[in-house]
């Protein structure tokens, strides 16, 4: 079974924290994301990762970013917390080069930010 | 535009009471729809894939199908456990992995 795992269940943070969300994946998977998920607005996605050191800008990268050193391992980053980043955070990952690419999530972070 | 459109926004149902939730996209050239299931506070479930038009896929109580417009997710007999939202979506265009993602159905099945 695909296994994602993330650091945190819930985090509490201040405002201008530099806020560290880990995700980790034990399915090799070359693909990584990260989400965020608000009612109303949908799954949105933030930054994703197709190899390790590589990303690319999600939809809604303002305010984040990523780091992947490790294939297993991607990191979000929120430099200067900002209330408005009060979220449920989702970490997904899926192989790449196959014909499909179904996305395998993690039990997510619910971040606040005061 | 590629987008994906899931009705209804919320569905109450009956314990047994059977019904359809309809997921429509518009994509050029779908590799991919996926049914994701996502209970309260967690992170989604992965159901199906359907790759084209005919297809269908079964798990216990859900079906889906899929044909050039959309997909249904029909749920047969359903029971209080089911209550979830399911989450629709389709791969994004190219090869770079992304999923366009519904905004959901949120199933309440009453006992």
């Known amino acids: 079974d695909v296994k994602v795992t993330q650091s945190s269940r819930y985090l509490v943070k201040r405002t201008g924290e530099k806020v560290f969300l880990e995700c980790v994946q034990d399915?090799?998977?070359?693909?990584m994301f990260w989400y965020r998920q608000d009612p109303g607005l949908g799954l949105r996605l933030i930054y994703f990762?197709?190899?390790?050191?590589?990303?690319e800008k999600g939809d809604i990268p303002e305010g984040y970013s990523v780091s992947r050193e490790k294939k297993e391992r991607f990191s979000l980053i929120l430099e200067s917390a900002s209330t408005n980043q009060t979220s449920m955070y989702l970490c997904a990952s899926s192989l790449w080069g196959t014909a499909s690419y179904e996305q395998y999530f993690g039990p997510g972070t619910r971040l606040t930010v005061t | 535009e590629d987008q994906v459109t899931q009705s209804p926004e919320a569905l109450r149902l009956q314990e047994g009471e059977s019904s359809s939730l309809n997921c429509s996209y518009t994509?050029?050239?779908?590799?991919?729809l996926f049914w994701y299931r996502q209970d309260p506070g967690k992170g989604p479930e992965f159901l199906f894939t359907l790759y084209s038009a005919g297809e269908e896929k079964e798990k216990e109580r859900l079906k889906a199908t899929l044909t050039k417009k959309e997909s249904f997710l029909h749920i047969t007999a359903p029971k209080p456990e089911d209550s979830a939202t399911y989450l629709c979506?389709?791969?994004?265009?190219?090869?770079?992995?992304?999923?366009?993602f519904g905004q959901g159905t949120t199933l309440q099945v009453k006992p």
């Open positions: 979506a389709v791969q994004a265009p190219g090869n770079t992995g992304k999923l366009i």
């Open positions: 990762s197709y190899d390790v050191k590589m990303k």
């Open positions: 399915m090799d998977h070359e693909n």
């Open positions: 994509v050029s050239g779908l590799r991919g």
